[in-house]
């Protein structure tokens, strides 16, 4: 189907096409029809192309491009389902992929985000999603492992799918529910709650297209029911991840090995390296990953390369020259308009065209256009020429949230040769078109007002100074398990000064109870080669059975102080790294306590690897999972579980192959590669048995011919009865949790925790290492529970940000501060106690104490000014006379006479 309405438009003589198929979601061809190929005269597609993506000058043509290091990131293709033709997609019109759906809910889709299935262009009432479609199948032509995301990015579509129609009916027939990620179990529950939303656990086969209405049958069992036969509207098959089509050319190109699924293949202790030196990897390349993962690793792979190369620092950066600034401040505001189309985000809601044209209207606007995508390179770039075409001292843009892309419009600001300052961002896509997507000319008016909010407020807005501030070159990792040693020996192996703090006596953190992983790898002989390295480095200062007293300073320029057996110790330094990793839950339930057959999985691991006999030569082993998580005290996964468990179960029958091990599960969540190894514990005969919340599994210790028992008895969800059996060791999977000392690090640092206590980023997906905080970095699993090799990724990834900071010799902070007015102030104190950053504190003067704004330390957060009695703090870029305007714009005063009066006369 042709996406006619929105694509059409990119080009003068609608040449530009963009198809949407089953089989390539975007195609974009040029006809007959353009203009270009007839007088070369027409460049509108190229004007519009948000990527650059058209030259029609373009010709091929090879570079040779000399480097000393090389990251990999041909990221992945989806899976085909077309390749074993069991679910009808190709042959049915009515089954599509998640990544068709996905075209289907977005934007700038083939329906400008509305939901219509193929065969007859209406809306889908009933619809099914199929979990595990090319992951999870050893049969030929599926892949064995488990891709990792589709569960997640299922629960997504569903969550959208309600979003766009309430009454539609959305049923997802899955195996395990595999939410594993940090808040992912929180999110399960949000879509699995929903009203018309149902959760099958049942293997499926599709059973025929109906011919009449194109709808399609779909056959699964239950418990209950036993084989059902159901009817959907549109069935959606949730693809998994393939490694990339071309990669075995990747193999000869550049000469590295891949693991049996096709994906490049790590090294053990370091998933970003390949085989190969000097050739790193990232992202999906590395396995089936998320995005926050993907953003990881690639973060790891800059700091691995910085390693490498370390060498050649510095002799090939250039700094970046602006035009230099226009003083303008005693110019009439001259305002330049940029609305934005958002693709169809805004554009499909909101009037671009009327918005303009009203604008135009508007005092002290002397330009105003519209723009596709603002945010695109050839737009910004717009925008720079009319600043200095049109003589503008003022720039508006009317578009998304300033959150992401507000910095780069200052940028744009800059380069046209004005104060970065002089720019406001007007919201009408989360304020506006994505609220009110069915109330068009509403939406359109209050476009209009949000813009003309926004004109107001720009005809106030004064320059403003960043301020410059050195940066002291060395680094903090407070923490000494494998995430912070790792992280500051990439940090000092690239020249700066780090100290690594550990609260106890020993380095190594919860990887000293550790002895293997699932692959295989030797922790205990890794981690004490990464304690050698960090103690034999001459640029790291380890302080142990330490503990942190003070955390002050801003970006830049820390201050720490830290009391170990060196006595007290002040450390100055200009970033930090949060890696206190996390602690073990200590059961409460199931005897755990009262009797000694009763251990955690860890505990199992040490009594393995020490030979202990109670437990090797157990005739019966049962593994509990998700004791202590996934319950109202802790409402999230603790990812790693399950695959410890596996591990420890097929040690188990390594050593004594005639030993039943039982493991009782709720969600098996052994993703990625982990299920090869989870195939080969079934395979090897331990046996899974699931159990619902509602039924837990019960123990008790009982004699029975005088002898004790432990007896676990748990349903079997086949059979539906009671299975009894006596353990000889019953281990619990313990939840990993977020350590008691968090809450004090989060307050000397001025970091935020999670809902669960664990560390929270500055952007789930964008942001995973990174706080609010400026200058401070997060890894391991301080920010969440997670496997060696992840952690790995996120310590070389906080590395990677921690030295973005560090290799620069000044750091710039916002000029939009708070300041006082002196003489205003009454010394009352307020705004000191209301500032979270200690940023405001009195200054003696001769009318007595006045309060005093560091403003390297002011966040602007403007908590102070509200506070203030007086109105002596203010926040600068925030002004009251700039928000008055904006306030005055929302109702003027010709309007609200014209409401009193009409409110007076009725009366």
């Known amino acids: 189907m042709v996406d006619d309405k929105f694509n059409q438009s990119l080009a003068t003589n609608k040449a530009v096409h963009i198809f949407y198929s089953q089989a390539v979601p975007l195609i974009p061809y040029i006809d007959d029809n353009c203009l270009y190929l007839k007088d070369k005269k027409c460049f509108a597609c190229v004007g519009v192309c948000k990527n650059e993506a058209i030259d029609l000058h373009q010709t091929e043509e090879e570079i040779e491009i000399k480097v000393g290091a090389i990251i990999l990131s041909p990221g992945l293709e989806p899976f085909d389902p077309r390749v074993r033709g069991d679910y009808g997609y190709g042959m049915m019109e009515n089954v599509v992929t998640s990544m068709d759906f996905e075209r289907l809910l977005c934007a700038t889709g083939p329906h400008e985000g509305v939901v219509l299935r193929p065969s007859d262009n209406k809306h889908p009432s009933k619809i099914a999603w199929i979990q595990c479609v090319g992951s999870r199948q050893v049969i030929e032509g599926g892949n064995s492992y488990c891709s990792g995301v589709c569960c997640t990015y299922t629960q997504k579509q569903v969550i959208l799918t309600k979003d766009h129609n309430a009454e539609a009916e959305c049923t997802v027939f899955h195996n395990d529910i595999r939410s594993f990620g940090k808040d992912f179990e929180r999110y399960y529950q949000r879509a699995e709650q929903l009203s018309g939303t149902r959760f099958i656990r049942s293997y499926v086969s599709i059973g025929k297209e109906i011919p009449e209405s194109k709808n399609v049958t779909i056959k699964y069992a239950t418990a209950d029911d036993g084989v059902k036969e159901e009817e959907f509207d549109l069935v959606v098959l949730s693809v998994g991840l393939n490694p990339p089509g071309d990669v075995e050319e990747w193999t000869d190109t550049y000469g590295i090995e891949l693991n049996s699924h096709g994906f490049c293949k790590p090294n053990p202790v370091n998933p970003i390296e390949t085989s190969r030196t000097g050739i790193f990897v990232s992202g999906a390349f590395q396995g089936p990953m998320d995005i926050p993962e993907a953003v990881m690793s690639a973060s790891g792979a800059g700091s691995n390369c910085g390693e490498f190369l370390d060498y050649r620092r510095g002799k090939l950066a250039k700094e970046r020259i602006y035009p230099e600034e226009r003083d303008v401040s005693q110019e009439e505001p001259r305002i330049g308009v940029f609305v934005c189309h958002c693709g169809a985000n805004i554009g499909r809601t909101v009037d671009v065209p009327s918005t303009v044209e009203y604008v135009k209207t508007l005092p002290n606007v002397v330009y105003a256009q519209e723009q596709l995508f603002s945010c695109a390179t050839n737009s910004a770039q717009e925008i720079t020429d009319m600043i200095k075409e049109k003589g503008l001292n003022r720039v508006v843009v009317a578009a998304c949230s300033p959150r992401t892309l507000e910095p780069l419009f200052w940028d744009t600001c800059r380069e046209g040769g004005i104060n970065q300052y002089y720019f406001d961002m007007a919201n009408i896509r989360e304020h506006d078109s994505w609220v009110h997507s069915k109330e068009k000319e509403e939406a359109t008016q209050k476009a209009k007002d949000i813009t003309r909010m926004s004109v107001a407020r720009a005809c106030h807005l004064e320059p403003l100074r960043e301020i410059d501030l050195p940066v002291n070159k060395t680094a903090l990792v407070v923490g000494g398990g494998i995430a912070g040693m790792t992280s500051a020996l990439s940090i000092a192996n690239q020249g700066h000064e780090v100290s690594l703090v550990e ?355 002011c966040k602007g957060d403007g908590l102070c000014n509200v506070k203030c009695p007086t109105g002596a703090i203010y926040l600068k870029h925030f002004t009251d006379e700039e928000l008055e305007s904006q306030i005055d714009a929302a109702n003027p005063e010709e309007e609200m006479l014209q409401e009193i009066d009409a409110a007076v006369g009725d009366g």
């Open 503 to 857: 609260k106890d006596i020993d380095l190594g953190g919860m990887a000293k109870r550790i002895h293997s992983t699932l692959e295989g790898l030797d922790v205990q002989a890794y981690l004490r080669d990464l304690v050698r390295k960090v103690h034999q480095h001459q640029l790291i200062h380890t302080y142990t059975d330490a503990t942190i007293t003070e955390a002050t300073g801003y970006v830049g320029n820390f201050v720490t102080k830290v009391k170990s057996e060196r006595g007290v110790t002040e450390i100055k330094h200009g970033a930090t790294v949060i890696a206190v990793g996390a602690d073990v839950y200590e059961p409460t339930e199931y005897l755990y306590g009262e009797d000694d057959r009763v251990i955690t999985h860890l505990e199992l691991e040490e009594k393995i690897t020490k030979g202990d006999e109670s437990v090797i030569n157990s005739r019966n082993v049962v593994m509990i999972q998700c004791v202590g998580c996934r319950n109202e005290d802790r409402n999230y996964c603790s990812r790693i579980c399950c695959s410890e468990s596996v591990k420890n179960a097929l040690k188990l029958k390594e050593i004594n192959p005639e030993m039943n091990v039982y493991i009782l599960f709720r969600d098996i969540r052994t993703y990625g590669f982990k299920e090869d190894y989870y195939r080969e514990a079934a395979d090897k005969d331990v046996k899974f048995i699931r159990w619902e919340p509602e039924d837990k599994p019960q123990v008790e210790a009982i004699e029975e011919g005088g002898q004790p028992i432990l007896r676990v008895t748990v349903t079997e969800p086949i059979l539906g009865q009671k299975l009894a059996i006596d353990a000889d060791s019953l281990v619990l999977a313990a939840a990993v949790i977020a350590p008691a000392g968090n809450g004090e690090i989060s307050q000397s640092f001025k970091v935020s925790l999670g809902p669960d206590d664990f560390f929270k980023e500055a952007h789930v997906k964008l942001k995973p290492v990174d706080f609010a905080a400026d200058g401070v970095f997060l890894c391991g699993t301080a920010h969440y529970p997670k496997h060696i090799p992840e952690t790995i990724n996120q310590a070389y990834g906080a590395a990677g940000r921690a030295l973005t900071l560090l290799s620069h010799d000044i750091v710039t902070v916002s000029g939009s501060v708070c300041d006082v007015k002196e003489k205003k102030c009454i010394g009352c104190g307020a705004c000191i106690s209301a500032c979270t950053y200690g940023a405001i504190e009195f200054q003696k003067t001769k009318q007595g104490k006045k309060a005093v704004v560091n403003p390297v330390l």
